[in-house]
C-alpha cells in the first residue's frame, strides 16, 4: 500500500470502493470503506493522485482530500464510462476512474467552495419554489373552475381568485370548499414570500464577488445569470476561450462530420441546462429591447447579421443552397 501513486475512488452513499496502482500501472489496491473510515484511511497514504467521478458529494470529498495532502481530479460520468472494462459494479467503475485520471486527453472538473455550492443552492431552491407557485395556482384554478369561476392568465388572474376565496359572502363557493381553498391561498402567498426573499439574496450574492459584478456590465446578464455563472464554474482557467465555454454549456452546432464533409445540426444543448436557458432568454430579451439602456449598445443579433455577407443572410448554415433547373 506505500507504493500506491494513483488511486481510483468510487463513490457512493455508505460504502466506497478504492482500486490503486503503483507506477508500473500494476494493481497494489483494492478495498471497500465505509464513510466513517474513508478519512481515516487516506490520511495514512502517502500523497496520491485520487480520481473520483463529479457526483453528489464529490466536491465536499475532493476538499476533504486535498486538506490530507492528496491531488484530486473530478471527472464528469460520462468520460469515465467508457473504460469500463466489462459489467457494472464499485470496482469495475473504481478501475476505470483510476484508468481515466491518468489519460493526458481527460477533460476534468473544478472542484467547488463551498461559497459556491452554497450560492447554486439558493437557485437550485428558486427553481423549488417556482414550480410550487406554479402548481399552487393551477389548482386554485381547477378548483374554481368547478364552480364557474374562471380568471384570465397571469398574475392579475390569480389575484382575482383569492380575492373571491378571502370574500366570505360570496355565495359561489361552498364553505366546505372554501377551507380547502384558504390552504391552498395561504401556501401560495408563502411561497411568493420565500421567492421574493430568495431573489433577494441571489441579487446580494452576484454584487458580493467581482466576476459577478463585471459580468452584469454585459447586455442581458443579470444578478440571476451572474451569480449562476459564478457559482457553476468553479474555475475559469479551465477554458481556454469562450468558445470552450459555450461548447461546454452546449451552445455550438452538434456535429455530424464525416469523410471531410461537415454537417452541423443544432445546437448541442450538452451541459448545464441552467445557464442555458437563461443565457438565451437574456440574449433574447437583450436583442427585443435595442434601447433598453444606451450602454447596451447595438444587439448581438443585429451586429452578426451585419457581419454576414448579404448573400449568406436568410441562408440557413445547414441547409446546401438550392441548385438551379437545367
Known sequence: MGNVTTIGLDLAKSV?????????????????????RM????????????GIEASASSHYVARALIALGHEVKLMPAQYVKPYVNRGKNDAADA???????TRPTMRFVGIKSPEQQ???????????????????????RAHLAEFGIVAPIGRNGIERLLDVIADVDDGRVPAEARIC???????????????LENDHRIMASARETEVGRRLM?????????????????????????????AAWIGLVPRQNSSGGKERLGGISKAGNRYLRQMLIVGAWRSSATPNATARSGPGWSRCSRAARPRS???????????????
Open 217 to 245: 456590465e454585459i447586455p442581458g446578464v443579470g444578478p440571476l445569470l451572474a451569480s449562476a455563472f459564478v457559482a457553476t464554474i468553479a474555475d475559469p482557467a479551465i477554458f481556454k476561450s469562450g468558445r470552450n465555454l
Open 39 to 50: 478519512l481515516k484511511f487516506f490520511g495514512k497514504l502517502p500523497p496520491s493522485l485520487i
Open 95 to 101: 478501475e476505470a476512474i483510476c484508468e481515466a485520471v
Open 312 to 326: 449568406q443572410r436568410s441562408r440557413s448554415p445547414t441547409r446546401p443552397p438550392a441548385r438551379s433547373g437545367r
Open 181 to 195: 381553498l384558504e390552504i391552498l391561498a395561504a401556501q401560495l402567498r408563502v411561497v411568493k414570500q420565500q421567492i
Open 118 to 140: 452554497s450560492a447554486m443552492m439558493l437557485h437550485r431552491v428558486s427553481l423549488i419554489l417556482s414550480r410550487q407557485r406554479t402548481k399552487l395556482s393551477n389548482a386554485l
Open 16 to 36: 466506497f470502493q478504492v482500486h490503486g496502482i503503483n507506477v508500473e500501472g500494476a494493481a497494489v489496491l483494492r478495498q471497500r470503506l465505509t464513510r466513517g
